[in-house]
């Protein structure tokens, strides 16, 4: 429907085919965006991510997202190569408490900060970054990826839980920030369990994706039905959208009991 024509923007966090974001990737080029892809070093390693810039005529820049040096290295090429960015996709997570299964009551602090590093002040680091070297065009749109871990309590998702809502408020605060200074727009995506690398990671992972697909009214939102939000809240259609945290959930949160779950 060419919604990002003329578009350019930047991309984190495509692992493979199943990540959320190498879906949005390939719905921006589809929609006539130009993007550039970023991963961290290690990531990168595994080369799977050469076949998505392939796919979609980009370029990748390795960055970890909780170095300063690396995201000034990576807003160099996207000002080289766009000039200014209409929009950006934080689709980063990681816990390191989780994955390796220490109990929420028992966590490793410095594990913790890793967490919230790498899961939520990579955003404000990366919204940071961009504000001060004015990288963004006026109407741009930023996006991170949340759980609703956030607002509810998912004993298993342990210090992701508390990542994610650090993430949602810097999407309120910077969005207060970077809509009165160029009238960019930030909001987060809480998006249903999805199977990826990262969704994976969690404990008990099938039953909570089986829990959320019975509890909610129209199933499950796919990795696809979250890039597709995604590419609405690049366009132009969602100007006036900010500061939000949008649900695409099939309808999970906002039930309360579920009879399917019940048996009734
Ligand atoms: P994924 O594993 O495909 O993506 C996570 C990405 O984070 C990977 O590409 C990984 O390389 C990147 N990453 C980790 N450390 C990094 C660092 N230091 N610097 C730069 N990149 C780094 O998994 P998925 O599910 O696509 O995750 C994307 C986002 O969606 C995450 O924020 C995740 O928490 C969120 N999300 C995922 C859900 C799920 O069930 N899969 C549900 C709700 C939100």
Redo the contacts with the bound molecule.
Sequence with gaps: MGLLDGKKGII?????E?????KVAEKAHAEGAQILL???P??LRMGKLNELAEKTGSQIVG?????LE?LNKLYDVASEQFGKVDFLL?????SVNVRKGKAYTDLNYDWLQKTY???SI?FHKMMQLAYQRDLFNEWGSIV?????AAQRTFPDYSD?SE??AL?ESYARTFGYYYGKKAKVRVNT??????????????KG?QE??DFAEKMSPLGNAT?DD?ANLCIMLFSNYTRRITMQNLYSDGGFSSMGVSPELLGA
């Design positions: 984190t966090g495509a692992l493979d199943q990540s959320i974001a190498w970023t991963n961290a290690v990531a960055a970890d997202a909780t170095s690396d934080h689709s980063i997570g990681m590093d790498i899961s990579s991170a990826l949340s759980y609703v992701m990542a994610k993430l995506i809480s998006q249903s369990p999805t199977p990826t690398t990262a969704g994976s990671g969690v992972f909570m994706l990795a979250c």
